[in-house]
């Protein structure tokens, strides 16, 4: 039976700042950006909330499967130390 373990965003943003930044603060703040350049510009607001939503989407999947990626990799490099040690 497997145990899941969560991976807290804070351990995520220690392991890896630059890609976790880039992956899941970077579209936030693009979401935001245009928020404000549509107020600003009097753009329709339709736009620019799909736009955000599509970002803020595109963040929590890219987040998710960067954890998820950071996790196999932690899982890779225990099971090596493990064996390393059984020899």
Request: charged share 15%; net charge positive; hydrophobic share 50%.
């Amino acid at each position: 039976m497997s145990v899941r373990q969560s991976l807290s965003i804070v351990e995520l943003f220690l392991a890896a700042p630059a890609k976790s930044s880039l992956l899941s603060l970077a579209p936030l703040a693009l979401a935001l950006g245009q928020l404000g350049n549509s107020y600003v510009n009097g753009i329709s607001p339709a736009v620019s909330i799909g736009f955000a939503a599509v970002m803020i989407g595109f963040a929590v999947v890219a987040t998710r499967h960067h954890a998820a990626e950071h996790r196999l990799q932690r899982l890779e490099a225990d099971l090596e130390s493990e064996f390393r040690s059984t020899r």
